[in-house]
């Protein structure tokens, strides 16, 4: 039987296959892992897509096909990496790039032109998260919404039960999403005070994080990475793409050289090879 995607082709040659969000991703974990033979990695641009090809690859047969998503404003996997049934890995931090958020590797790392020590870049990194407390919490709210607004959507009708207008009216008229949903969003976010209490809260638990020192899982890594590597390779700096790639491998390998890689780095390599048995 022919395969349902062409893309079986591409998985003859590795234990396992990896789908990653970007390419910084495959850029820090391939420095990170450091010479890594029996993952390969492909970049899928987002993580619906990364769902999408992963879902394919093993619905052909190709249980040695992951996918690693940011966690984004869902549910870590984390606990549930070692269970056959989970093949997208979902981590503890919003970003990847959260990972890398490690001043000591960062002013070890060989683009710190700066010559910045790690309190420094410390320092320069809680100055960074601060302003993200009101934007974050935006952000979650919105997710929320979404998802909210997406629950149990009306699906498309089998064709033999829309024969008639008023088949098809009901279709729509009498769905769960039409009858309960919909009524419970406009009573719970129809009104500006019900939006402004709900970003209360989140404004306070992200301010909570950044006074507790655990932000670093929740705010935005990417952007904070973004934004600090001028502060830090000052010199010769090489424009985007590469710019951002060579920042990550740099953060990763001074990790690597200081023994600072993140248990969830390690724990996600490991969870692959168990799962591809004995060859790893």
């Not at 096909?65 to 269970?83: A, E, P």
């Amino acid at each position: 039987m022919k395969p349902a995607s062409d893309l079986t082709g591409m998985y003859r040659s590795f234990p396992a296959y990896l789908w990653v969000e970007d390419e910084e991703t495959r850029s820090y974990l391939e420095a990170a892992w450091n010479g890594e033979s029996l993952i390969k990695m492909y970049v899928a641009g987002g993580h619906e897509p990364i769902r999408a090809v992963v879902k394919a690859a093993r619905q052909d047969g190709n249980t040695h096909v992951f996918g690693l998503r940011d966690r984004d404003f869902t549910s870590s996997n984390r606990n549930q990496w070692g269970n056959a049934s989970v093949w997208l890995f979902a981590g503890d931090t919003l970003e990847v790039e959260n990972l890398m958020l490690d001043a000591e590797a960062i002013a070890d790392c060989e683009v710190n032109t700066s010559k910045k020590t790690a309190a420094q870049i410390e320092a320069r990194l809680v100055e960074l998260a601060a302003p993200q407390v009101h934007w974050m919490a935006c952000r979650r709210l919105i997710s929320e919404l979404s998802e909210a607004v997406t629950q149990d959507f009306i699906k498309h009708p089998k064709r033999d039960t829309v024969q008639t207008h008023d088949q098809a009216v009901e279709a729509i008229t009498k769905s769960t999403w039409r009858c309960q949903v919909l009524p419970g969003l406009s009573a719970t976010w129809g009104v500006a005070p019900a939006i402004e209490e709900r970003l209360a809260v989140y404004e306070g638990e992200y301010g909570a994080a950044l006074q507790k020192g655990t932000w670093r899982v929740s705010f935005s890594g990417k952007e904070i990475l973004q934004d600090l590597r001028g502060a830090v390779w000052t010199k010769k700096q090489r424009a985007d793409p590469e710019g951002k790639q060579a920042f990550v491998r740099a953060i990763a390998e001074a990790q690597r050289k200081l023994k600072r890689v993140p248990e969830e780095v390690i724990a996600l390599r490991s969870a692959i090879h168990e799962r591809i048995g004995p060859s790893s």
